[in-house]
């Protein structure tokens, strides 16, 4: 009977949980439908799309890239607020010193998002752009883009690389969960790196230049989740009891 009523108690909790996730992401849409006229305005000011005409090439083509960016403004800003409820759930669970450590998950979570859409963004998308118009021009083709294309091949670049700066706070995790120890990273070094330098390829231009700007930031990146994640083993290491 306790079982079953615990049950009913944490899906009560869980329900309860999902409610103030889903309003709040109803309010950061509501904002995010007020911002998004101005958000257009100011990525259509940059120096990337400055010298791009967004054309539309159907009638909902402005009224789909008014709401995806609503929608993606939400997301972003509901984001610290999902990964909180999500740690408060789990928090009766955990131990005080746990309960401490897992809640400076959530603003550091939010940080490394942002530095990675930022990041690709302010750097490797404008490279991106770059290298496809100058390829255009090489063949002699009319350059004619539309919206929805324009911020489809954005989104594929930003976000993607936005999860991927998400990797230290993940070996953590998989550290802390005891899935990853220091002899696992030195053993799998050398693909990781491999599958870094192919994420890199793949989300930059097809040039040297390019693949080393996006590539090193990664690799760069993995070390030093690499020495968080040993730090935190040691740590782990020295704080268990000792067999008797």
């Known amino acids: 009977m306790n079982t079953q ?6 899906l ?5 949980r ?7 992401f109803l309010a950061a849409m509501c904002g995010g439908l007020y911002a998004s006229p101005h958000i257009l305005r100011y990525i259509k000011a940059g120096p990337t799309a400055e010298s791009v005409e967004w054309n539309v090439f159907s009638f909902t083509d402005g009224l789909f890239i008014y709401l995806r960016c609503a929608f993606l403004f939400a997301i972003l800003f509901v984001l610290p607020v999902l990964l909180y409820q999500l740690w408060a759930f789990v928090r009766p669970g955990l131990t005080s010193t746990e309960a401490k450590g897992t809640l400076a998950y959530v603003p550091v979570s939010f940080a490394l998002f942002l530095a990675g859409v930022c990041f690709s963004y302010f750097l490797v998308f404008p490279m991106m752009m770059q290298f496809m118009m100058e390829m255009n021009h090489n063949i002699g083709a009319v350059e004619t883009y539309g919206i929805d294309r324009y911020f489809s091949f954005m989104f594929s670049i930003v976000f993607p690389l936005g999860v991927a700066f998400e990797m230290p706070l993940v070996m953590l995790f998989l550290t802390r969960l005891g899935l990853l120890t220091p002899e696992r990273l030195t053993s799998t070094r050398k693909y990781a790196y491999v599958g870094l330098a192919v994420v890199g390829a793949c989300i930059s231009p097809p040039d040297f230049v390019s693949h080393l700007s996006v590539t090193v930031p990664l690799l760069i990146l993995f070390e030093i989740s690499a020495f968080l994640s040993r730090r935190f083993a040691r740590k782990m290491s020295q704080a268990a009891p000792s067999p008797t």
């Open 5 to 10: 009523e615990d049950l009913i108690g944490h």
């Open 18 to 24: 999902l409610i103030v996730v889903a309003a709040s």
């Open 12 to 16: 009560a909790e869980l329900r309860k």
